[in-house]
């Protein structure tokens, strides 16, 4: 039954696609050639601003240190009766930081010389995204139906609490307040921690596969793009045919890690309840904690994505993808560090592209048409729900270009060693980039 449940629903999404979903894809699809179209750009305005950025403060820095210098000059004649020790401190203070700047922008400069053909290897696959979203329009509707799953979950989540709460020992309610309370006995508070554990283990499922979904599209898109046919229906009939057990037991691990970050906090309240003195030591031993646990949790987050990823494109084990992805991704780290940190800045520029258009849009049609005008009084709060609903939509479907450019980045290295070093399946944005290459390195050769 739950199978049925899901495979028709996943079915009505992709059947409705071109008639609920047009307007949605058509923006999506303009935003995503922008992007496309901009990319290059914004990947190396974004590199010379930092460089010529660091150096800029580097000088600025300096210029503050020689100030100083010449009040020194003052201060020996016996016009300046500045205070010598601050006066020193300042300078080595300037003069440190004018050294840090200009070093990590020599550093960066470098280590774009360096990397240059990484870099050009990061835009060519974040094209490649940009073309898989515009080509599988129907990926765009993957992250808004594993929301209303999650909505589901947490209404179901919270109506099961409220009756489970209430199986407690009641109290007689305190004068003036008309509702009793309930006494939490160890019972009901193993059953509670049962029942959290359950919402983040379901949870951690619900976005388990939705990462498979996009990124087994996005491997059947690399692969097969002649040959695909419904690659979404594809990716959901092999998520909940096949890798079921291999996305449960990712999503177990992610649980229990964070079940014992809630466990953490909930030791610390105790602790101090029960006398342990909140002075500056405790405060920073629990904050250090508290810290490497969080640390832990995004590690075992972007292992797990990287181990989705392989099971989608090799359909082995979870535990199997996950090493294979440790290691791929040990073999090429600075591709991995440099395409994830694009994402993430273009993940921002897409959000605020999304945002920022559709309420400029609304603002000028609600404040120029007339008919529209005279019936509000205020644009503010009309404009408030366009940037909330646009970023919205902004966050979901720049989810799923996120997703393809680490796929496609995978699929890419896979490609390459299968085929001794020769990717064959490349799409049009990538092969440019392997052409590009190819000829540098055979008039290098001559």
């Known amino acids: 039954m739950l199978y049925f449940f899901f495979f ?35 990947v190396w305005l974004v590199i010379i601003t930092f460089i010529l950025g660091t150096t800029a403060l580097g000088a600025l820095f300096y210029q503050k240190y020689a100030k100083y210098n010449e009040q020194n000059v003052e201060s020996q004649d016996g016009s300046s009766n500045v205070d010598e020790d601050t006066k020193k401190t300042n300078k080595e203070a300037f003069m440190g930081l004018f050294i840090f700047f200009w070093a990590v922008a020599a550093i960066s400069f470098l280590l ?55 199986t407690g020992e009641q109290k007689r309610p305190q004068e003036g307040w008309p509702f009793a309370s309930i006494e939490v006995d160890q019972r009901l508070e193993g059953q509670l921690a049962y029942h959290l554990f359950g919402l983040l283990w379901i949870n951690a499922f619900i976005i388990a596969l939705g990462q498979f979904i996009l990124a087994s599209s996005a491997g059947i898109w690399y692969f097969m793009r002649q040959q695909m046919n419904s690659p979404v229906r594809t990716s959901v009939f092999r998520a909940l045919r ?8 990712g999503s177990l691990i992610l649980a229990i890690v964070q079940f014992i970050r809630i466990t953490f906090e909930y030791i610390k309240k105790k602790s101090y309840a029960m006398g342990v003195p909140e002075n500056a030591v405790t405060k920073f031993i629990f904050k250090c904690m508290k810290c490497c646990l969080a640390c832990f949790e995004r590690f075992i987050k972007f292992i797990n994505t990287q181990a989705y990823i392989q099971v989608a494109l090799t359909g082995k084990s979870f535990c199997s993808s996950a090493i294979a992805a440790f290691y791929l991704i040990f073999r090429n780290t600075v591709v991995f560090g440099m395409t994830h940190g694009l994402s993430i800045i273009f993940v921002f520029v897409g959000k605020l592209f999304i945002t920022v258009i559709p309420t400029i849009a609304g603002f000028l049609v609600i404040t120029q048409v007339e008919d529209i005008s005279k019936r509000i009084s205020s644009p503010i709060s009309l404009c408030i729900c366009f940037a909330f609903i646009s970023y919205a939509i902004g966050s979901l479907f720049m989810q799923v270009w996120g997703m393809a450019s680490e796929t496609i980045l995978q699929a890419y290295l896979v490609d390459i060693e299968v085929n001794a070093n020769v990717a064959t399946n490349c799409p049009a944005s990538l092969q440019e980039f392997v052409d590009k290459n190819k000829k540098i390195k055979d008039k290098t050769r001559v």
């Open 8 to 42: 028709k629903q996943k079915t009505a999404y992709e059947i409705s696609a071109c008639l609920v979903g047009s307007e949605m894809c058509i923006r999506d699809r303009f935003t995503m050639l922008v992007l496309k179209l901009c990319i290059g750009v914004i």
């Open 112 to 166: 774009v010389c360096c990397f240059f053909n990484r870099i050009r290897l990061v835009i060519a696959i974040l094209k490649a995204a940009a073309d898989f979203v515009k080509d599988v329009c129907s990926a765009l509707l993957v992250p808004p139906v594993m929301f209303t799953f999650q909505i589901m979950l947490y209404v179901s989540w919270l109506i099961t609490l409220v009756y489970l709460y209430s």
């Open 242 to 249: 096949y890798h079921m057990g291999s996305l449960a037991f």
